[in-house]
T-cell receptor, first 112, second 113 residues
């Protein structure tokens, strides 16, 4: 069974806090991506990584950073959480070569 | 960068009828087009994909067609069933070595019993 684990299912944080969202996969996949999902906006790409220590900005990277110190773990960091970052965050990973993407169960983050 | 537009945003069809969802993409170099289904409260899951060297692909009641010239691709679901009710996302990618997956905004499909 595919296992993509996101650290929390629900999270409530205060404005200005530093927030860490973690994604861990056990399929030895190179590609790892972070998306946020908002009603009517679909899945928007925040950051992605093709390999350890490597990262690239997606379409909406402002206010976020990432870390990939190990192949199986890709962390999303909200440097100073703001209310407009309230959203569902989805991690995805897939084997290099445009193969099936596997999604985590999502973290619903609320910033108050 | 790539831009993917998806229509309609909502679609209701009678059980047993067909449903069609359409997507257009902007980058003519895109060559991989998957479709994901997200049931309520669940994660998106791949249902079918197509690569640019193929014009059509079928898997039981689901088919995808690709028109590279017009830069659009469509999902066709025949003989719809209640379990087809979900949000469907199309996506596009440039391919090996540049696998950023850009998604459409989604279509909420409701099957009316």
């Amino acid at each position: 069974d595919v296992k993509v684990t996101q650290s929390s299912r629900y999270l409530v944080k205060r404005t200005g806090e530093k927030v860490f969202l973690e994604c861990v996969q056990d399929m030895d996949h190179e590609n790892m991506f972070w998306y946020r999902q908002d009603p009517g906006l679909g899945l928007r790409l925040i950051y992605f990584s093709y390999d350890v220590k490597m990262k690239e900005k997606g379409d909406i990277p402002e206010g976020y950073s990432v870390s990939r110190e190990k192949k199986e773990r890709f962390s999303l960091i909200l440097e100073s959480a703001s209310t407009n970052q309230t959203s569902m965050y989805l991690c995805a990973h897939w084997r290099r070569g445009n193969t099936e993407a596997f999604f985590g169960q999502g973290t619903r983050l609320t910033v108050v | 960068g790539e831009n993917v537009e998806q229509h309609p945003s909502t679609l209701s069809v009678q059980e047993g009828d067909s449903a069609v969802i359409k997507c257009t993409y902007s980058d003519s170099a895109s060559n991989y087009f998957p479709w994901y289904k997200q049931e309520l409260g669940k994660r998106p899951q791949l249902i079918i994909d197509i690569r640019s060297n193929v014009g059509e692909k079928k898997d039981q009641r689901i088919a995808v067609t690709l028109n590279k010239t017009a830069k659009h691709f469509s999902l066709h679901i025949t003989e719809t069933q209640p379990e087809d009710s979900a949000v469907y996302f199309c996506a596009a990618s440039l391919g090996f070595g540049n696998e950023k997956l850009t998604f459409g905004t989604g279509t909420r499909l409701t099957i009316i019993p």
